[in-house]
């Protein structure tokens, strides 16, 4: 998983880019748990945290320019 100081590093496309690869990861993972036998039920925690960091980085980063 990646960690904030790597996230950190990213720039804003990226971090938006990843924002959305993440977020449509943890819709599938969602549908199929609804579906059929999630394998890795760890999945959508690890995806919702990194789901959360990211958007705390764009806060922090969107806080930091009206500064």
């Known amino acids: 998983m990646t960690k904030a100081a790597e996230l950190r ?5 990226q971090l938006q880019l990843t924002l959305k690869e ?17 394998t890795a ?5 690890k995806h919702r945290r ?4 990211l958007k705390t980085i764009q806060g922090q980063r969107a806080r930091k320019e009206t500064h």
Do not use: C, G, N, V
């Open 50 to 53: 990194l789901i959360a960091r």
């Open 22 to 38: 993440t977020a449509e990861t943890l819709f599938r993972l969602r549908l199929k748990s609804q579906t059929e036998r999630l």
């Open 9 to 13: 590093e990213m720039s804003d496309e």
């Open 41 to 45: 039920s760890s999945e959508l925690r």
